[in-house]
């Protein structure tokens, strides 16, 4: 295939999953625009900016409107495509929705600008995602279907293919094999992107992440089998848990049928820029490890550890870490081994630990009793019946798509944010993540009518309503 010049595009992931992966996604808006000019220029295929984590946090910690972000990022980057992960029907939350509430979500989303949609399910259930990918074709915009990759005894090439013909059969316009734990080997990723591209004629791009070592190499592998677009974060924001860095994979091939075409002299006046915006976020700058091989045992996206070390820590355990790794397999396998992702790597994580520090099942969460009654979708592999009897009796098993037992929302939530309402988009903020969206629209109202919040709940508490001074 090197006979033919193909140039690669990249998808830079700086402001989104490089900082959701490297500080907590806690870069604020104003550290992003003032280098959106020089990112605009550099010929990116696509900019990843919005969904996955940084909805959540910009309103539960930095006091930040993710509809106002999108709009003042659409306005800065004036020639480059913006891009969005978004967890099918889980939105950019971590349950289902309604279809109301995908619905209307996603044509805001393109109305803001957003021109290509990365679309994923945590199941590879494609029910789930089959409502996201219709409105955002309706809606005109790019339709990236996803496959989280992952291994276990009932993920193979041929599961692979048939989780792409049916995404073809929805409507996608371009293909993501989302390697988000960096377990996917440069070989198996040149059998299956090429498998993907003499099957089906679609771009194909990758995603993973640095953690296992083996990213970059994938790359390649994966470049020389027909793939289109990879993923990268700009250097300075780049490797451990992010995404290979732009410039060594912009380097390596150039002069090659392959060239990106991208400056690096321009990149690395970006590269300095970020060295100096990551120093402020110091606090949340964690993760030391180069390259962890845990990764590749149990296949734990470094997120998870993340999460087991804030976890174990709490309950002063941090010296059980081996055992909860050793013990994460053994509930994927129990629930018929799910990828590793958003929100399963949660539902997964936290059960390890809570096996490891009080007994296995003795207590199990929420999230795992839905995940058994079938509220995430079919899973892959076959679950553990006698667990699943154990854990939810006689209760029916949803065998449907989930998302058709849900209710519309988006009424019900338009009434209870009341007067806090300034915009459409907050309806769909308060749908997705109702006690974090009511502080943060409760707080922004108090700013702007200049509101006494304690007063107005102590008044609550006295006369039955909010009674609001003027």
């Known amino acids: 295939m090197t006979d033919t010049t193909r140039k690669i595009g990249i998808t830079d992931t700086t402001w989104r999953d490089a900082h959701q992966s490297l500080l907590a996604t806690r870069m604020k808006t104003e550290d992003m625009l003032p280098i959106a000019k020089k990112m605009d220029e550099i010929g990116y295929h696509s900019m ?201 994979m912009v380097a390596t091939l150039q002069d090659t049928p392959y060239d990106t075409g991208l400056n690096l002299a321009a990149l690395k006046e970006i590269a300095e820029e970020y060295q100096a915006i990551r120093k402020k976020y ?21 997120g998870m550890l993340s999460n087991f070390i804030t976890q174990l820590q709490q309950q002063n355990a941090l010296h059980r870490m081996p055992e909860v790794l050793a013990e994460v397999p053994k509930v994927r396998k129990d629930l018929g081994y799910p990828p590793l992702v958003t929100p399963t790597s949660q539902i997964v994580g936290t059960q390890a630990v809570m096996n490891v520090l009080l007994g296995p099942y003795k207590m199990v969460t929420n999230e795992v009793r839905a995940y058994l009654k079938g509220a995430y979708g079919a899973t892959p592999g076959p679950v553990n019946e006698e667990l699943r009897k154990q854990i939810i009796g006689d209760e029916k098993v949803i065998t449907g798509r989930p998302a058709d037992e849900l209710e519309p929302q988006l009424a019900q939530a338009r009434k209870e944010i009341g007067i806090y309402l300034q915009k459409e988009e907050d309806v769909l903020s308060y749908a997705i993540f109702p006690q974090v969206a009511k502080q943060f629209l409760e707080e922004r109202y108090a700013a702007k009518t200049n509101v006494d919040f304690k007063l107005a709940q102590e008044n609550e508490a006295a006369f039955g309503t909010k009674v609001y001074p003027l």
């Open 48 to 248: 990843e900016v919005w969904g996955g984590a940084t909805f959540d946090t910009c309103m539960r910690f930095l006091n930040e409107d993710p509809w106002e972000r999108l709009s003042k990022i659409r306005q800065a980057l004036k020639k480059t495509k913006i891009q969005m992960l978004l967890r099918g029907q889980n939105l950019v939350g971590y349950k289902h929705y309604a279809d109301d509430v995908v619905e209307e979500f996603i044509k805001k989303t393109a109305a803001h600008g957003m021109d290509i949609f990365r679309i994923f399910d945590a199941m590879n259930d494609v029910r789930n995602l089959s409502k996201a990918m219709e409105t955002a074709k309706k809606e005109g915009a790019h339709v990236q279907a996803t496959i989280c990759y992952t291994i276990s005894p009932v993920h193979n090439l041929e599961y692979n293919l048939k989780i792409a013909q049916q995404l073809v059969d929805h409507g996608a316009d371009s293909f993501c094999i989302k390697d988000m734990a960096g377990i996917l080997k440069p070989y198996t990723a040149y059998e299956l992107v090429g498998e993907l591209k003499k099957k089906f004629q679609l771009p194909v791009q990758l995603h993973t992440h640095y953690t296992s070592g083996m990213a970059s190499m994938m790359y390649l592998k994966a470049i020389e089998a027909g793939a289109d677009v990879i993923d990268t974060a700009i250097s300075t924001m780049a490797m451990g848990t992010s995404q290979p860095a732009t410039e060594p």
């Open 282 to 302: 110091k606090a949340f700058d964690v993760y030391q490890a180069g390259v962890d091989t845990n990764v590749l045992l149990y296949q734990v996206p470094g």
